[in-house]
């Protein structure tokens, strides 16, 4: 009985641990209405206005957030996001701008 007890345990554990994986994603913060399409600041922002939801564009893949009030204020910019991935929606735990590198 007691193995039977362990077995089911570590099984437990060990779906739980794939529920959410814990990433580290660099993309753009975009809207949900255009997704990878465009990206750019004005354009964003724009949508944000209109009621889109902002998404996580890296590497071509457009991630949803279940938080997006985290990312709201930095339409079209570069971040890297430390969060969470369940059924491919980003939870945000922490976030930096990236800023952009200056000639010269």
């Given at each position: 009985m007691k193995k039977v007890l362990a077995i089911a345990a570590m099984v437990a554990s060990l779906s739980l641990a794939a529920l959410a994986a814990n990433v580290t994603l660099r993309g753009k913060v975009?809207?949900?209405?255009?997704?990878?399409?465009?990206?750019?600041?004005?354009?964003?922002?724009?949508?944000?206005?209109?009621?889109?939801?902002?998404?996580?564009?890296s590497r071509g893949h457009v991630y949803r957030i279940s938080?997006?009030?985290?990312?709201?204020?930095?339409?079209?910019?570069?971040?890297?996001?430390?969060?969470?991935?369940?059924?491919?929606?980003?939870?945000?735990?922490?976030f930096h701008v990236v800023r952009p590198h200056r000639k010269g």
């Open positions: 975009g809207d949900s209405m255009c997704g990878a399409k465009n990206t750019s600041v004005s354009c964003v922002n724009k949508c944000f206005k209109m009621g889109d939801h902002p998404v996580l564009v938080n997006p009030a985290r990312l709201r204020r930095f339409g079209g910019r570069l971040v890297v996001v430390h969060g969470s991935l369940h059924h491919g929606v980003l939870t945000v735990h922490s």
